[in-house]
């Protein structure tokens, strides 16, 4: 997939988890292996390529790496979802393309219901691939971050320095609301599988039952 990069944003509290995420990541999205950026703080990461923003407020170590990217989109995740299911990945270059000619400038995936329960439970509602306008006072954020598609400069824009992700959602969504911005969600968990598995810098005991099944023999617990 050309000009785009897939950003793993992560701090080095949780490193004892990325083995697992990364793993999982590899596994279910081979495809972009080579056009996905870890970004830690000083922590090495070894088996995907690894930016170090240094220490910092989560907004300062985004802006660090989106200064220095040249790719014109962007999906954006953090360390604490987990993929579960192979990804559709022609699915996410069909929407990238839609994207461009519909001038969107975030679609977000799978945004309303973001899993943490396993298994999980899937209807045929979650198969949707309508695209939803996400309006100004959207009550899940217009900075809400579930894995989403950004044109890169976009991303950037929203952001200020010294933010944590929780202002992000909530006084950054407030700051963005009025600038005409086009962001749109689709909720399928089809296209994207993924749950929420880390809360509180912690494995859910979800997240671990998953790991489990999907992988009984590679992890020691």
């Known amino acids: 997939?050309?000009?785009?990069?897939?950003?793993?944003?992560?701090?080095?509290?949780?490193?004892?988890?990325?083995?697992?995420?990364?793993?999982?990541?590899?596994?279910?999205?081979?495809?972009?292996?080579?056009?996905?950026?870890?970004?830690?703080?000083?922590?090495?990461?070894?088996?995907?390529?690894?930016?170090?923003?240094?220490?910092?407020?989560?907004?300062?170590?985004?802006?660090?790496?989106?200064?220095?990217?040249?790719?014109?989109?962007v999906i954006y995740m953090q360390e604490d979802f987990l993929l579960f299911e192979k990804v559709n990945h022609e699915m996410v270059k069909k929407l990238i393309k839609l994207m461009k000619t519909k001038n969107i400038d975030c679609l977000k995936i799978g945004d309303e219901a973001i899993v943490n329960d396993?298994?999980?439970?899937?209807?045929?509602?979650?198969?949707?691939?309508s695209l939803i306008d996400v309006p100004t006072n959207y009550k899940?954020?217009?900075?809400?971050?579930?894995?989403s598609i950004f044109k890169r400069q976009i991303l950037l824009d929203c952001l200020i320095p010294n933010e944590d992700p929780w202002s992000n959602e909530i006084i950054g969504s407030k700051r963005i609301c009025n600038r005409g911005y086009s962001f749109k969600k689709i909720?399928?968990?089809?296209?994207?599988?993924?749950?929420?598995?880390?809360?509180?810098?912690?494995?859910?005991?979800?997240?671990?039952?998953?790991?489990?099944?999907?992988?009984?023999t590679q992890w020691i617990w």
């Open 118 to 129: 396993w298994p999980i439970n899937r209807t045929e509602k979650h198969k949707t691939m």
């Open 187 to 216: 909720e399928n968990h089809y296209i994207i599988p993924y749950m929420h598995g880390i809360i509180g810098g912690n494995f859910t005991d979800d997240a671990i039952k998953m790991i489990k099944e999907k992988e009984p």
């Open 1 to 73: 997939m050309q000009n785009v990069k897939i950003i793993i944003h992560s701090y080095d509290g949780v490193k004892q988890y990325w083995k697992y995420m990364i793993f999982l990541f590899k596994k279910y999205w081979p495809e972009m292996i080579e056009n996905t950026i870890f970004l830690s703080e000083e922590e090495s990461v070894n088996e995907l390529q690894n930016f170090k923003t240094g220490v910092g407020a989560w907004s300062d170590r985004l802006i660090t790496y989106l200064n220095q990217c040249t790719e014109e989109y």
């Open 140 to 147: 899940f954020y217009l900075s809400h971050q579930p894995i």
